[in-house]
């Protein structure tokens, strides 16, 4: 069984850092590109970053760009985000969701997504 | 950035029903297209791809159709099951955007 955990949410300051990881589990992850998707509260869900099966191919969102990095480690069944100088429209559930095998698109599994809230 | 606008954003129906959600693109994506279900508090459920693909698993009353601009979303049958809101998703090109959803309520 397919299983992808987040952890690392919480509440963060505005212009602060948060490190979020993804445990995935139940598939050959070295296989899988993988993505972040977000959700804010209440709205409709947004790609953020995604990174290809080997990790050399790494993209993000506009609004996000030189502030977010993805990175995954295959040696560990594991993918983070890096995010940096947090706004307070970065406040979402994220999600961690594999490529459809090795294509980076669609979502063919998601995880149960970690919270992160920017306020003061 | 390719802009995708589902209609209706809700939708009443019942059980037994057949009902169809549309989703248009600002622009071509060929059948760069997939459809997802969420319900309250879950993550989403990847449905179709390729515009009319069904995942593995996903019961035949989900069919999907269309191509360039305009796509649909069929489920032939409503089952208790069904109700929760669908997303639609271009993969054509960046940003890779998604519908506003659709909220299908009893």
New interface residues.
Partial sequence: EVQLVESGGGLVQPGGSLRLSCAASGFTFINYAMNWVRQAPGK????VSGTSSSGDST?N??SVKGRFTISRDNSKNRLFLQMDSLRAEDTAIY?CATG?ISN??????????TLVTVSS | DIQMTQSPSTLSASVGDRVTITCRASQSISNWLAWYQQKPGKAPKFLIYKASILQSGVPSRFSGSGSGTEFTLTISSLQPDDFATYYCHQYYSYSYTFGQGTKLEI
Avoid: A, M, N, R
């Fill in positions: 409709g869900l947004e790609w993209y969102t506009e999600y459809h980076w698109f669609p979502f063919d599994y998601w995880g149960q997504g």
